[in-house]
């Protein structure tokens, strides 16, 4: 019997934003998507001691590990994001169902002989993208860090509490500003709701927008 | 009339924007710019409180932060705030305020008995009077709460909200007057990120309320160029209506911004305040300084206030606070006050001098604007009840001991006091910086910065205009140089550089009988210490500034002290003939003024409170009835109540069903951690208790790890997935804190090993389905896994296809029943879930909640972590010594051979049977074996879980008793109210002793 896709359901979907999507931001400050699902592999490899590791995971992926913390590397496609010297989150665009497990297969294969730990955690995590001129001034109210332009950049990554014991991870990707925010799954609409609390003590309205 | 007292010109409030208020009723009629007290001062309104102990009259004694007097509860129902003080409250259409501390009215106060009583009341009175007995507590404090109280809390949830964000500064300057505009001016000149903080609505601080001239113009117009400037830098952000009121470790500041609290029409939509966490590189304080009062009989009548409040209201709100105006100061600068006032028609009836040579640029000026200086006199006295009428001015002795002559009489109805001035350091302090006492200026001011913090101004001692502007701008040149931006020096703002000095310090001004036999020298106008109650601390022996504070409580309360705590110092410094600076200083701590609690929680409130786990089956739950357990963040089903079902009938069913037929669980939120590497088996074995390095690829094994201590921690199966390669099965409340426990052993204590840990607990939803036909629906769900016993045994996993999805079946089972828990990724969970629902309807699938899940296991005599142990139980205990390997070491092994822990008669894990089968014990009951008339009787256990089971058809219990493991068959009681309970011990396993059952 094939898998099938139908039966999947996204840690946001109980939720039922697609229902309330806006085709836009339509003046709001901030607007937050779930993407499509993805391929999330937890990658740990002592760089310095397993030299061939770099070239086994480009092999597969097409792209090197970043070695400068809080960066990341890779493509639309397929980004690294580096989470402590000996830790990387692989993030693969690959919506199939059996892409998890396909994907954490051949990167194990690749790196056979090397000490290391290839993990799916594709199901373990929820992805909230969050756009918008607005984002950082919302974002500063759940996270300690500093937000400011010139202190987090396009290509940054960042590992940091949200709200109160929440443990996130985020990926800026571009000047909108656009943030990957990724969270435990079971967190997901915590998350959710707190950001839209933060829109609402800085006054912004909150959008929807299409996954 | 309406607004008698307001000048016909001048003063920072718009007089086209009439603002109608009420105050204990009363319909008054204010600007735009006032704050309550000025505009109740216009009105004429000065008696506008009762003191917090004799009640007696009190009016406004200030003109800020520092009001003692002028509490007020503003606004009705669930928003109104209680204990603001009229100083700072800005005014705005249909404001309501009350006094809070009189009663029945605020001009009539039955408690005004107190004061003719005082004699009664002395200081510590209540640790003297109210000690004994204790059981009397409860009606003493109903009787001292109504008594005392400060202002009502609402009963009404908060209706509004509040934001509470983080926020990154350079240079964070807290204060807008002189030196901090300055210092704001300088660093965002350079570059900084600045963040400018001050508690007014307007900025400019003593700029606004004197006549000081900045580059040849008015001090006022000069800040409002400054701020022009700085709002013009996207570099800076600045912050009115915000105290910055709390100063913590590596630069860590909390400010609070008030939002709405001024207007008139509050939005729905936005906050009523705002917290502010900021991190700040640098830190400059400007925070300005607080006049002192004067400590003489009967100084707290309404209409006797602070020379600057007084100037401050003539000055900055036009308003004159009375007609006729006796000046007592202690030093040259109160004397602008005179002038000032005298400028705006009050008349000065006498500047009365405690300096024998009253000498100084203004107190010349006064001279020569023809007021009478009296030098080298006190007030001895005053009159008027609920306001001041005529004071008594008489020549002190040399040594200001005494009165040196006859007194005289004035007649006014205000006395502008100065007694010098206090640096606001307590920001400062907060932050651990160092205080010194400054001999010159009479008060503390600060030494040595321990962060990374400077004082500019008045805060810093420093008092002449052009020194403190020329300050400001040193330390935000200085801050943002300290920050790595590089700082083209500006050219100070050219001012006059008066400063308050020369002064006489005289601490206790004399009056006709010594302290405490006529009248009041009140030195807390909050609390109600006189210099009679420091006196009488000191004479019962608390010497100690700490000891005397707790016991007269000068010092506490909403003002903290503000213009008490110095002068309490300098009156315990006279008494005792000990220096100030040998007596020391009381702590200064966050808040600096009273936050409120709303702005404390911020959005952490309700449902955002903590953050709620669920499981992807969650919303079938739901649907389903079920009522919700919290364990750990995780919203479990505790149980699923049918119509007409309470929780015994929902469980009675739920735990008849999965042994008949079918039960199913979810399982999800147990702990997952994935374990890889060379060395994964040995590091099982060190973090297990029982062996680890048999186990191969299919099988799996339960273990137990244990605290250093010896002591059980958690529990749980691993599988083993492939070479190297296991999956650890935590308890859902312990999956974090083990991962930490094996993640510090690997890299502290174990770094050599060869092994990395991934928490993998939400990547997979479990469904256990548990009872005899578990097999036979797994069959139909899946034709990529052989299901026959032979081929699945119990303890075993196999990979394959279940309902359409990749699944990972374990054949475990915590019901001890045959049992399969089937793990699908995450996002297939409620998949599976409905799945496993429609095809087990045949079977009459019963979802069970982790109630049954417990009543089940505990059929089976199965532990849970955390509630058959509790941190002092060790495997042996339990009756689980098979399970220590003998061949090997692991955490707690040293410790399970301690003495101690071979101890026979430990509190050990039994079963207990209730001699009665109705009866359900309470878990927790503690259990004896001789019973006494009455406690206290010897205990030798408790009650660990406790149910009613249907399948045994009686109530049963687990419990831990002394020596339990050697006791089965004799008989414990559990003495309850009104009843003996008597039980039999017996194993824990009540149910398939032999377990043929999760084998078959």
Known sequence: MPETTSYRQSPLAPLGLAGQAASGLNGAGIGVAEPDFRVLLDLRVELDKQPGAQDAVEKVLGLRLPETANTATGNAERHALWLGPNEWQIVIHDSRPEAGREWTAKLREALQGIFCAVVDVSNAQAILRVTGPAAREVLERAVPLDMHAGKFQPGEVKQTVFGRHCGVTLHLLDDAPTFDIYCRRSFAEYVHAYLKDCARGACEDFAVLEG | ?1000
């Open chain 2, 1 to 1000: 009339m309406a607004q008698r007292y307001r000048l016909d010109k001048g003063g920072r409030i718009d007089r086209d924007r009439p603002v109608d208020f009420t105050f204990n009723g009363r319909a008054y009629q204010g600007y735009a710019g006032d704050t309550l007290g000025s505009a109740l001062l216009a009105n004429g309104v000065h008696l506008v409180g009762r003191s917090f102990k004799y009640h007696r009259p009190r009016g406004i004694f200030s003109a800020g932060a520092e009001e003692a007097n002028a509490l007020v509860q503003v606004g009705e129902g669930a928003a109104t705030l209680a204990d603001l003080k009229a100083t700072q409250v800005e005014l705005y259409e249909g404001l309501s305020a009350r006094s809070v501390n009189c009663y029945p009215s605020l001009d009539f106060d039955i408690g005004e008995v107190n004061s003719l009583a005082s004699k009664l009341f002395p200081a510590g009175f209540y640790y003297k009077t109210f000690m004994w007995p204790q059981a009397g507590w409860p009606m003493y404090e109903r009787f001292i709460r109504k008594a005392a109280g400060l202002g009502e809390a609402p009963l009404e949830p908060d209706p509004d909200f509040y934001d509470k964000r983080y926020a990154h500064a350079d240079v964070l300057v807290a204060g807008a007057g002189p030196a901090g505009l300055a210092a704001a001016l300088a660093a965002a000149r350079s570059g900084a990120r600045v963040i400018l903080a001050d508690e007014q609505h307007e900025l400019g601080g003593s700029l606004l309320s004197g006549r000081d001239e900045v580059d040849g113009k008015p001090g006022s117009d000069w800040a409002a160029e400054a701020e022009r400037e700085l709002r013009a830098n996207e570099n800076v952000r600045i912050l009115p209506r915000s105290v910055v009121f709390g100063y913590y470790d590596h630069n860590w500041i909390d400010i609070l911004e008030n939002l709405s609290d001024h207007l008139a029409n509050k939005p729905a939509d936005a906050p009523r305040q705002r917290m502010w966490k900021v991190r700040a590189n640098q830190v400059v304080l400007a925070t300005g300084a607080i006049e002192r009062p004067l400590v003489f009989r009967d100084n707290d009548r309404p209409g006797i206030m602070l020379a600057s409040a007084a100037r401050s209201y003539v000055n900055r709100w036009a308003v004159r606070p009375g007609e006729s105006a006796v000046l007592f100061t202690n030093n040259d600068g109160a004397y602008a006050a005179a002038l000032d006032m005298k400028a705006a028609g009050i008349k000065i009836a006498a500047a009365v001098d405690l300096r024998a040579e009253a000498e100084g640029e203004l107190t010349q000026a006064a001279r020569d604007a023809g007021i009478e200086v009296l030098a080298g006199h006190g007030i001895a006295a005053t009159e008027g009840h609920k306001r001041v009428r005529r004071v008594k001015v008489a020549p002190l002795s040399a040594d200001g001991r005494s009165l040196a002559g006859e007194a005289r009489t004035l007649n006014c109805d205000l006395v502008a006091m100065s007694g010098g001035w206090n640096p606001t350091v307590h920001l400062h302090s907060q932050s651990r910086g160092k205080l010194r006492f400054d001999a010159e200026l009479a008060t503390f001011v600060p030494d040595r910065a321990v962060q990374a913090e400077r004082s500019a101004g008045a805060c810093n001692g420093t008092f002449g205009l052009a020194d403190v502007l020329g300050e400001g701008f040193a330390a935000g040149e200085a801050a943002a140089e300290a920050a790595g931006f590089s700082v083209e020096k500006a050219p100070r703002p050219q001012a006059g550089n008066g400063k308050f000095l020369p002064a006489r310090w005289l601490w206790l001004t004399p009056s006709s009988k010594p302290v405490g036999h006529g009248g009041k020298h009140f030195v807390d106008f909050q609390n109600d210490v006189t210099a009679a109650d420091l006196q009488l601390a000191l004479r019962e022996g608390y010497t100690s500034v700490e000891h005397v504070k707790r016991y007269t409580t000068t010092g506490m309360g909403t003002d903290q002290g503000k213009t008490s705590n110095v002068n309490a110092l300098g009156v315990v410094s006279e008494f005792r003939g000990v220096p100030i600076e040998e007596l020391g200083v009381t702590t200064f701590r966050p808040p600096y003024t009273p936050v409120t609690f709303g702005a404390w929680g911020g959005r952490d409130v309700g449902d955002l409170f903590d953050p709620i786990r669920r499981t992807p089956m969650h919303s079938w739950h739901a649907r389903a009835g079920a009522e919700f357990e919290n364990v750990g963040m995780w919203k479990r089903p505790w149980y699923y109540p049918k119509a007409g079902e309470g929780m015994h009938e929902a469980v009675q069913r739920e735990s008849k069903a999965a042994r008949e037929s079918l039960g199913i669980l979810d399982a999800t939120t147990l702990g997952r951690i994935d374990i890889q590497g060379p060395d994964s088996a040995e590091f099982l074995n060190r973090v297990y208790t029982n062996g680890w390095k048999t186990l191969k690829p299919g099988a799996i094994r339960y273990g137990l790890m244990l605290g250093e201590d010896g002591m059980v921690m958690d529990d749980g199966v691993t599988a083993c997935l492939g070479e190297n390669h296991y999956l650890m099965h935590t308890t859902s409340g312990g999956a974090a804190e083990v991962l930490a426990h094996l993640e510090e052993y690997l890299q502290t204590e174990w770094p050599e090993l060869q092994v990395y840990l991934t928490t993998v607990t939400e990547q997979y939803a479990t469904a256990a389905i548990a009872g005899p036909n578990a097999r036979k629906l797994l069959a139909e769900l899946t034709d990529d896994i052989d299901v026959d016993p032979d081929a699945f045994p119990f303890m075993s996993w196999r990979e394959g296809t279940v309902a359409g999805v990749w699944a990972r079946v374990m054949r475990i089972s915590f019901s001890g029943d045959l049992s399969f828990e089937i793990n699908v990724e995450a996002h297939n969970g409620l998949h599976l879930w409905q799945t496993l629902m429609n095809a087990g309807e045949k079977y009459n699938i019963t979802p069970y909640g982790t109630e049954t899940m417990h009543v089940l296991r505990a059929e089976k005599g199965f532990i849970i972590v955390g509630q058959e142990t509790d941190g002092t139980v060790t495997p042996v205990d339990l009756g689980m010594e098979k399970l220590c390997s003998t061949k090997k070491d692991f955490i707690g092994k040293r410790s399970l051979s301690r003495p101690d822990m071979q101890d026979p008669n430990r509190k050990q894990f039994v079963g207990l049977l209730p001699d009665d089968p109705n009866e359900v014990l309470e878990e927790g009951a503690q259990l004896v074996e001789t019973v006494k008339s009455q406690p206290p009787m010897d205990m030798v256990g408790h009650v660990t879980s406790s149910y009613m089971s249907p399948n045994l058809g009686r109530g049963f219990a687990l419990a831990l008793v002394k020596g339990g493991l050697h006791k089965h068959g004799q008989k414990v009681y559990a003495p309850m109210p009104g009843k003996t309970i008597a039980c039999t011990v017996t194993s824990p396993v009540f149910f398939d002793p032999e377990g043929e059952r999760l084998r078959a």
